[in-house]
């Protein structure tokens, strides 16, 4: 099944491998130009995959997908805002972050947990770095 999912998004995972290559070798001092292409290739992977899940493995397992999803991207948007100080989000970010409205927890609550088990933002600092270092020689 997995191998199902992934070949139908192939090509949108091609696209978002080369947006992810293409921002980290556009350094910390262009991540505000590299976002609008990379939310927009995220969104479309997610889109893309989702959807399959759906017609794949069902509602409850697409409903699983879609909540992960939702929760990630907050994540993932709130660890860049709060490292990196992103001035504004592009409409691309904000249309990503917003396609998957469901009741699920909100990005302060997400943060909050994190904090209460004890993970600090600065250990995955360099882990960020590291991904775009090694990226940068590829």
């Not at 889109?47 to 697409?62: L, T």
């Not at 302060?108 to 770095?129: D, H, M, Q």
């Amino acid at each position: 099944m997995g191998e199902t999912l992934t070949n139908h998004c192939a090509t949108m995972a091609h696209f978002l491998q080369t947006e992810i290559l293409q921002f980290m070798e556009g350094g910390l001092e262009n991540v505000q130009q590299g976002m609008d292409g990379l939310c927009r290739s995220v969104h479309s992977y997610d889109k893309c995959f989702v959807g399959k899940n759906y017609e794949s493995c069902g509602k409850k397992a697409g409903k699983f997908l879609v909540k992960l999803t939702h929760q990630t991207s907050h994540a993932l948007m709130e660890l860049l805002d709060d490292v990196l100080k992103l001035n504004d989000l592009p409409r691309s970010c904000k249309e990503w972050l917003n396609q998957k409205d469901i009741n699920g927890l909100r990005p302060r609550v997400i943060a909050r947990r994190l904090r209460n088990n004890c993970f600090e933002l600065f250990n995955v600092i360099p882990i960020i770095i590291t991904v775009m270092k090694i990226y940068s020689f590829v």
